[in-house]
T-cell receptor, first 111, second 112 residues
Framework: GENVEQHPSTLSVQEGDSAVIKCTYS??????FPWYKQELGKRPQLIID?????GEKKDQRIAVTLNKTAKHFSLHITETQPEDSAVYFC??????????FGKGTRLSVIA | SAVISQKPSRDICQRGTSLTIQCQVD?????MFWYRQQPGQSLTLIAT?????????ESGFVIDKFPISRPNLTFSTLTVSNMSPEDSSIYLC?????????FGQGTRLTVV
């Protein structure tokens, strides 16, 4: 079955800097890759996603890139703000199976 | 996205007892999922709740411990049976949204 590896497990950046979180997946049939943000004590919230027919997707300060050949995808957050501090999870699915989540990255944005 | 209501939001239970968690969705969905999130950890799928058939359990989770009901396309329950302190965790229901998952607010369970 699918296995998703996520790095780093923790990340600290200065406010205004960029943050990058990377994930790799094992199942070449996976075709959908969402990213979730989970603030302390709250449910995971979908922030951006990408499908395998697209190499990059952007939404304001957040972007996701996908390299199908290498089976990895990344989350990029630019101009980070303190409210970006949270745990971020990547996930992957073939569409016929439930999502498989990475172990999460705890992002701290230091003002 | 679907609106998902989950209750209770938290509970403290005695070991050996059972707790049933309810999940209500504001629209009909084919599949509902139950996840466990242990403190500081990622989300682990417990089972997929299918309407009209038995739930499909992931490795390491069994029906006797986590019985699931799915009486219709908008509702599901997860029971945590014969609880021990190791069952202390957050339990989340979710629904499929064109590949992605939308989550209920979670149930924070503490077993003492």
């Amino acid at each position: 079955g699918e296995n998703v590896e996520q790095h780093p497990s923790t990340l600290s950046v200065q406010e205004g800097d960029s943050a990058v979180i990377k994930c790799t997946y094992s199942d070449s049939a996976s075709n959908y890759f969402p990213w979730y943000k989970q603030e302390l004590g709250k449910r995971p919230q979908l922030i951006i996603d990408i499908r395998s027919n697209v190499g990059e997707k952007k939404d304001q300060r957040i972007a996701v890139t996908l390299n199908k050949t290498a089976k990895h995808f990344s989350l990029h957050i630019t101009e980070t703000q303190p409210e970006d501090s949270a745990v971020y999870f990547c996930a992957a699915t073939t569409g016929n199976t439930p999502l498989v989540f990475g172990k999460g990255t705890r992002l701290s944005v230091i003002a | 996205s679907a609106v998902i209501s989950q209750k209770p939001s938290r509970d403290i239970c005695q070991r050996g007892t059972s707790l049933t968690i309810q999940c209500q969705v504001d629209s009909q969905v084919t599949m509902m999922f139950w996840y466990r999130q242990q403190p500081g950890q990622s989300l682990t799928l417990i089972a997929t709740a299918n309407q009209g058939s038995e739930a499909t359990y992931e490795s390491g989770f069994v029906i006797d411990k986590f019985p699931i009901s799915r009486p219709n396309l908008t509702f599901s329950t997860l029971t945590v049976s014969n609880m021990s302190p190791e069952d202390s965790s957050i339990y989340l229901c979710s629904v499929d949204g064109q590949g992605s998952a939308f989550f209920g607010q979670g149930t924070r369970l503490t077993v003492v």
